[in-house]
């Protein structure tokens, strides 16, 4: 339990900065899942147009510390490459 000023201020910190980083987290989710949809489904233009849409979330991620750049660059390569592979 926080005891002085400052870790109490620490505390409320971040409570508030866990709960933007999760609604991040889900929105970035959200998007992947709409590329995998697309993928699954075989329509490869909405899979390219899910995955234009999903690629700037990811990189927002990454400025804002939610992912680390090498996890967002391996996804959106894996991502992409299967876009590109779709006939």
Not at 58 to 74: D, E, I
Request: charged residues 30%; aromatic residues 2%.
């Amino acid at each position: 339990m926080a005891n002085t000023p400052q870790a109490k201020k620490r505390a409320r910190q971040n409570e508030a900065r866990f709960a933007i980083n999760k609604m991040r987290r889900s929105r970035i989710r959200t998007e992947l899942r709409k590329v995998e949809e697309a993928i699954a489904s075989g329509d490869k233009t909405a899979a390219a147009a899910a995955l234009k849409i999903a690629q700037p979330e990811l990189m927002r991620g990454v400025t804002k510390g939610v992912f680390h750049k090498n996890t967002v660059a391996r996804k959106m390569s894996r991502l992409s490459s299967r876009v590109k592979a779709l006939a």
